[in-house]
């Protein structure tokens, strides 16, 4: 059995290797660099097959403009 080539000597032969003796971490890796190239691309492809935002999350409740109701019973 010879010895694990050596990424930068050969990138290739080394993502093979990888890939058959230690594929969680190759995948995990690929998966990992997929993820900033996805960026700017989703968002376009979303919005051209009709997936629109969401309107944002209200940050403050709306205070009505009428007097309070005045509790009876048992206050908190």
Known sequence: MSAA???WATPLKYC???SRERPA????VVIGA??????PTVPPIRRYFG????????VTYPVPNS?????TGYDD
Do not use: C, E, N, Y
């Open 16 to 18: 093979r290797w990888a």
């Open 5 to 7: 080539p050596h990424f």
């Open 51 to 58: 997936d629109v935002d969401p309107a944002p999350i209200p």
């Open 67 to 71: 007097p309070r109701k005045q509790l």
């Open 25 to 28: 971490l190759f995948w995990s």
């Open 34 to 39: 997929a993820g900033p190239a996805m960026l």
